[in-house]
């Protein structure tokens, strides 16, 4: 009877196992589909000169957001803001590509959590949050990328439609933390021409 026993504790737990090996690669599965999808999304909107703001959220010493230009898919320029202050280390930024690149890793990586939010237009993640391991602490990060706008020589360019969105706008100060105030915009793109500034609703301020 004890043998009989100990074999039904034995195979309920490889049973056991089997099924959260099957679950994980179910999710593993799932998340590079998605991955996929949006790759190809964003690929075939053949958008390669842009700018973009990344901030980064972690238990790390403080940094500015960084607003990033990319053309022809190589990042041309960078700085912290609201400062403005530039940053030398170009090739260190990532453009979007070097985003997903961090998404693919830690589905490789088996990540004990991965959330991702890509935009719907042209699939780039906008907010990527990662845990790497359930027993450690203080080793979960996020991205959130904002601000993103198609690119001309360099230049964004925008409509004359008015639409207009009301913002929360940083402005520089010398102690922190800095003051905002609110700002009419005539419309979207307008607004996420403007690195500093959050959107806060629809109509004017």
Same mark, same amino acid.
């Given at each position: ?7 039904? %504790? ?18 593993? @599965? ?5 991955? &996929? ?5 964003? #690929?075939?909107? /053949?958008?390669?000169?842009? @700018?973009?703001?990344?901030? #980064?959220? =972690? ?7 960084? /607003? ?11 700085? !912290?803001?609201? *400062?403005? %202050?530039?940053?030398? $280390?170009?090739? #260190? ?18 990540? !004990? /959590?991965? &959330? ?7 699939? +780039?993640?906008?907010?990527?949050? %990662?845990? +790497? ?10 991205? !959130?990328?904002?601000?993103? $706008? ?7 360019? =925008? ?8 913002? *929360? ?16 915009? @005539? ?11 959050? +959107? ?6």
């Amino acid at each position: 009877m004890q043998r009989i026993i100990i074999l039904f %504790i034995s195979l309920y737990l490889f049973s056991a196992c089997d099924m959260e090996s099957k679950k994980t690669n179910d999710n593993t @599965s799932t998340a590079y589909k998605i991955l &996929t999808e949006n790759k190809k999304r964003w #690929k075939d909107a /053949q958008t390669k000169n842009y @700018s973009f703001v990344v901030e #980064k959220s =972690c238990f790390c010493p403080y940094e500015e957001n960084i /607003q990033i230009s990319v053309d022809n898919e190589k990042v041309i320029e960078s700085k !912290y803001i609201p *400062s403005n %202050i530039p940053i030398n $280390t170009n090739a #260190k930024q990532k453009n979007i590509d070097g985003y997903f690149d961090i998404i693919e890793e830690a589905i490789n990586e088996k990540a !004990y /959590q991965l &959330t991702v939010e890509y935009d719907p237009l042209y699939g +780039y993640p906008k907010v990527i949050s %990662i845990d +790497y391991d359930e027993q450690m602490t203080d080793e979960e990060i996020s991205y !959130y990328l904002t601000h993103f $706008t198609p690119t001309i020589d360099g230049r964004i360019v =925008c409509t004359q439609e008015y639409a207009p969105v009301c913002a *929360s706008v940083k402005i520089q100060c010398i102690t922190q933390p800095c003051e905002t105030v609110e700002e009419t915009f @005539s419309n979207t793109c307008v607004l996420n021409a403007n690195p500093n500034a959050t +959107y806060l609703r629809d109509g004017e301020c």
